[in-house]
């Protein structure tokens, strides 16, 4: 008698459990796929572009003549003096050390920057799926350290398409 109870309750708990599970609706986003295709990403490049462009090319300048100046110390090494090879050899270290502190300062506000863009584009996004998941009625969107979903799960595209409505909108203004 007792085994026929347990094995009663058993049964019936696992029929509720599928019952709980047929509402469950699950979806998957692919981050990667998102920061990769989304015209925001472009616009976040081509502004990163447009801000810190004239630094680069400032420092690829300051570069060239580096490799001038020592180029022309290693032709004519034989015939300048010991004094003129230590000023010049002085001036190219000064240079090289001026070069890696402005590389260095502007690989920091890049990054800054960067960060701080890509942090409002994860909110965005974030805003998007939660609009999916609200309107659609899904229990779970799972986006990160997915090893295999069904296609069929993946909203991707969804968040994708907002994005780009959302991009194309706030370009018209």
């Known amino acids: 008698m007792k085994k026929l109870v347990l094995g009663l309750i058993l049964v019936s708990g696992l029929m509720s459990a599928n019952v709980f599970a047929a509402d469950v609706k699950i979806g998957v986003v692919s981050v990667e796929r998102i920061l990769t295709e989304a015209p925001q990403v472009d616009a976040v490049n081509t502004s990163m572009l447009e801000r ?6 400032e420092l690829q300048k300051a570069e060239k003549e580096i490799t ?17 090879l230590n000023e010049l050899k002085k ?7 001026r ?30 799926i939660d609009d999916i998941a609200k309107k659609d009625k899904y229990s779970l969107i799972l986006s990160e350290g997915v090893a295999f979903s069904d296609p069929k799960l993946d909203i991707t595209d969804k968040v994708l398409d ?5 991009f194309n ?3 018209k203004k």
């Open 68 to 84: 001038e100046m020592q180029e022309n110390y290693k032709r004519n090494e034989l015939v300048m003096t010991e004094d003129k």
């Open 169 to 171: 909108k706030k370009k």
């Open 52 to 57: 810190f462009g004239p630094q680069r090319d």
């Open 91 to 97: 001036e190219i270290i000064m240079k090289i050390q």
């Open 162 to 166: 907002k994005m780009r409505a959302a």
């Open 99 to 128: 070069l890696k502190q402005k590389e260095a300062q502007m690989t920091q506000e890049v990054s800054l920057v960067r960060n701080q863009e890509l942090a409002v584009l994860q909110q965005q996004v974030r805003g998007i």
